[in-house]
């Protein structure tokens, strides 16, 4: 049953996945049309063309290896500056200039002249190459809200797991009651595992984020209001001031900081807790710079991914994953001793994330990434827009052909990143649990 569940898991994982660079292609492949430029293919996925057909220009189809997806159109690069597709020339810098120029141009037929896509403006060009990722950053934001504000989240709730027995510091080395401790006022007060507070001091508390802060500003006497077996009661504390552990704004403990607060004594339960609209943007908004962080941290992994592939070396929790770890991520998500509504939870967020991260990767402003495409469009705007502020000639297309060696040199190391991920998927995966 276990093998069953985590092959069904990665086959959900694969079809998410597949649906995701289909959705990603689509951006392109609408906006490209919509602003009439010719386009010969629409695929999903790489190698061995498994199935095909074309419906007007367009040739649609899924491939063998489900790794991306691409569109093709016409004329993605100006010829070359003596007005030809390609130029003669001995040097293998100018012929990966030459071969992208001449790809760009291979299916041209009579009367594309007008349909190609160098000559759109640069707004259209961007909005083009903008909408692929921009259609996963709305499948992500899409799945994450519908996935928090319906099968919620697990957070920390008003309801009470453990009662402190005594008054200990969080910067103790120990939680065990100390010879002639006072009581904690939470079990002074008769507060007892179970009980879920409604109300502090007489203000209602529906999250434990607002409880702990009020909990916190208060010393002395104080109302508790909870319910107990489906009964409203009123307890009094007598809050003291105590070293409590320092959270961050978003709410995860700084190790090693502590603040000095109001304390009452307790631990609060975790359950899963659908969130509002509000939370859920503030979530999401989190999740997002998150992720860019990620992102700018990415090269300094390297060397523990390095460790982790080669040297047996432990896999963090945030070692970066790729396509076959997080489908074997997938596979143990319907594995997870957890009810079947937060094993599809679970595996929603797995495909929100790995779209977040289409998005912010895609926006990178480097060839063959769209964002360099964008940035070559935004860059021959400013020159031609500059050109005609000071009266100059038009500067005409800017040339991203020439910035193909570049390319060549970017997707040589995402190749050798992606081998490295791979095989540290395969030999010491990131593990759930």
């Known amino acids: 049953m276990t093998t069953l569940m985590t092959v069904l898991g990665i086959l959900v994982f694969v079809v998410g996945l597949l649906f995701s ?44 290896v489900p790794l991306g997806g691409y569109i093709r159109m016409i004329g993605m690069f100006p010829p070359g500056a003596d007005g030809r597709l390609s130029a003669r020339s001995t040097s293998p810098w100018r012929g990966m200039i030459e071969d992208a120029r001449s790809a760009a141009f291979e299916e041209l037929r009579p009367g594309d002249e007008s349909r190609l896509f160098y000559t759109r403006k640069p707004w259209k060009r961007v909005i083009v ?15 994450f809200l519908g996935v928090m504000m319906s099968f919620g989240i697990s957070t920390q709730t008003t309801t009470v797991s453990t009662v402190s ?33 409604v109300e502090f001091n007489g203000h209602r508390t529906d999250d434990w984020a607002t409880l702990q802060r009020e909990i916190r500003k208060t010393t002395g006497p104080a109302t508790v209001t909870v319910l107990r077996d489906g009964r409203r ?39 899963v807790v659908p969130q509002t609209f509000g939370q859920s943007v503030d979530r999401m908004g989190d999740m997002v710079q998150t992720g860019v962080q990620s992102l700018l941290d990415l090269p300094g ?22 396509v076959v770890g997080a489908a074997r991520v997938g596979g143990e998500v319907f594995n997870l001793d957890i009810p079947p509504s937060q094993q ?4 929603l ?30 860059w021959e705007s ?29 997707a040589g190391i995402f190749i050798c990143f992606t081998l490295l991920v791979l095989i540290a998927d395969v030999v010491n995966p990131v593990r759930l649990t």
């Open 165 to 197: 027995e005594c008054v200990v510091a969080a910067t103790a080395k120990t939680d065990k009651c100390p010879q002639g401790a006072k009581d904690s006022p939470a079990k002074a007060a008769g507060l007892q595992p179970r009980d879920r507070i």
């Open 301 to 322: 992994k390297i060397p523990d991914l390095w460790r982790a592939a080669f040297d047996g070396a432990e896999r963090k929790p945030d070692s970066p994953m790729g």
């Open 21 to 64: 660079i289909a959705w990603h292609e689509l951006g392109h492949l609408s906006t490209a049309k919509l602003f009439g430029i010719r386009v010969p293919q629409y695929m999903v996925g790489f190698g061995p063309t498994i199935f095909s057909r074309k419906k007007g220009d367009t040739e649609y189809g899924i491939k063998a």
């Open 349 to 378: 967020f797995l495909l929100a994330g790995f779209n977040l991260s289409l998005f912010l990767f895609n926006m990178l402003p480097l060839l063959p990434l769209d964002g360099g495409h964008i940035a070559g469009a935004l």
């Open 382 to 410: 400013l020159r031609r827009n500059c050109a005609k502020v000071f009266r100059r000639p038009d500067p005409g297309p800017f040339d991203v052909a020439k910035l193909m060696p570049v390319a060549y040199v970017v």
């Open 233 to 271: 009661m009123t307890l009094h504390a007598d809050l003291i001031s105590n070293q409590v552990q320092k959270y961050d704004r978003k709410g995860a403990p700084i190790k090693g900081q502590y603040v000095t607060a109001g304390f009452l004594g307790f631990s609060p339960a975790t359950g």
């Open 344 to 347: 599809i939870a679970t595996m």
């Open 129 to 143: 190459m903008f909408a692929g990722p921009f259609m996963n950053l709305v499948l992500a934001v899409a799945i």
